[in-house]
């Protein structure tokens, strides 16, 4: 009996792109999530993927080319990465930095009390 068809098209994807992929998601500034969402898959694939790399099911040497692409838009993940920390760390500074005048303030106000306090007493 044949097989029917449903219509439904699942997407086949070379060993190559596997490991190139599950390669990406073991770099420490990438996670799996951001990895699947630039190479457009679900990020349970690549988990799936990454299970089975760990078990040598991909028995094949390491790529070194990859999708422009997908390449692409890593890099773009990895730039705003890379922006927001550095926002953040700017916040910061300037959070810092408003604590520290409001306390030069407090001070001169505490000075000022205390030396026109001084001056009333004197005269």
């Known amino acids: 009996m044949p097989k029917m068809l449903t219509g439904k098209k699942t997407q086949q994807y070379s060993t190559e792109f596997k490991v190139k992929a599950v390669e990406w998601s073991h770099q420490a500034h990438r996670s799996v999530k951001s990895v699947a969402e630039a190479?457009?898959?679900?990020?349970?694939?690549?988990?799936?993927?990454?299970?089975?790399?760990?078990?040598?099911?991909?028995?094949?040497?390491?790529?070194?080319?990859?999708?422009?692409?997908?390449?692409?838009?890593?890099?773009?993940?990895?730039?705003?990465?890379?922006?927001k920390r550095r926002i953040s760390e700017l916040q910061e500074e300037n959070d810092i930095l408003k604590k520290f005048q409001r306390f030069q303030a407090e001070e001169r106000r505490k000075r000022s009390d205390s030396s026109g306090s001084t001056d009333e007493n004197t005269a």
Do not use: C, N, T
């Open 39 to 83: 190479l457009d898959i679900h990020p349970f694939m690549l988990s799936r993927w990454r299970k089975e790399y760990r078990e040598g099911k991909f028995a094949m040497k390491r790529v070194k080319k990859a999708p422009a692409d997908a390449k692409k838009k890593i890099q773009e993940q990895d730039e705003i990465a890379r922006l």
